[in-house]
């Protein structure tokens, strides 16, 4: 699994250059989170890594395309083709691509370690990490200020909607709290 999780990391970081997003940070907060939770939770390590790798190894070419909202079926079969080379056993590529899949709560969680990797996701923009680096991602681009404090709104609702582990939740709540209420503080005139 090392080399799997060696070439997942490389081949994030190569969709990283090549397309801008996401954002380096986003990445490694991801999966650091998501090995601490599978410590801490008696998860496969090696699985969440590779699935925090690549739930969003498409969303760099997704968003360049303007197929934004496909970028999880498009990340989930280029799992798929990138987990062929290594010959593994079928339930662990099934639970990987399931990491993919499931990184939005959308689907089912097939395991544990789907389920860690949803969770680990919404630190991106629910954790002062995530939500400053998504900030700084995003500054550069031509979002007037309203516009862009409205999609970080919205990402944070929905990353707070996807949380369903009650370690993640008691963890990032103030946060959450605090976020919402400087949110409404930069929308007063």
């Known amino acids: 699994m090392q ?3 060696k070439k997942a990391r490389k ?4 969709e990283t250059e090549r397309y801008g997003t996401p954002y380096v940070g986003h990445l490694d907060l ?3 989170v998501g090995q601490r939770l599978s410590i801490e939770l008696d998860a496969d390590k090696d699985m ?3 699935g925090t790798y690549l739930m969003d190894i498409k969303l760099g070419q997704a968003k360049a395309e303007g197929k934004i909202e496909e970028h999880i079926g498009m990340s989930a079969k280029a799992t798929t083709e990138f987990l062929k080379q290594f010959g593994i056993v079928e339930d662990i590529r099934q639970n990987i691509v399931n990491c993919v899949e499931a990184h939005h709560a959308t689907i089912p ?3 544990l370690e789907a389920e860690i990797c949803a969770n680990a996701d919404c630190y ?3 954790h002062p990490r995530g939500l400053f680096g998504y900030f700084i991602l995003h500054g550069s681009h031509s979002l007037d200020f309203d516009s862009g404090l409205e999609k970080a709104e ?5 990353k707070w909607n996807i949380l369903s582990l009650d370690i993640c939740k ?3 709540e103030p946060y959450y709290r605090m976020f919402k209420e400087l949110i409404d503080r930069a929308k007063e005139k």
């Open 3 to 5: 080399e799997i999780i």
């Open 11 to 14: 081949w994030a970081l190569e």
């Open 154 to 158: 919205n990402k944070l609702e929905e």
């Open 109 to 111: 969680y097939q395991s």
């Open 170 to 172: 008691k963890e990032l």
């Open 30 to 32: 991801a999966y650091e």
């Open 48 to 50: 969440v890594a590779v």
């Open 124 to 126: 991106r923009f629910l």
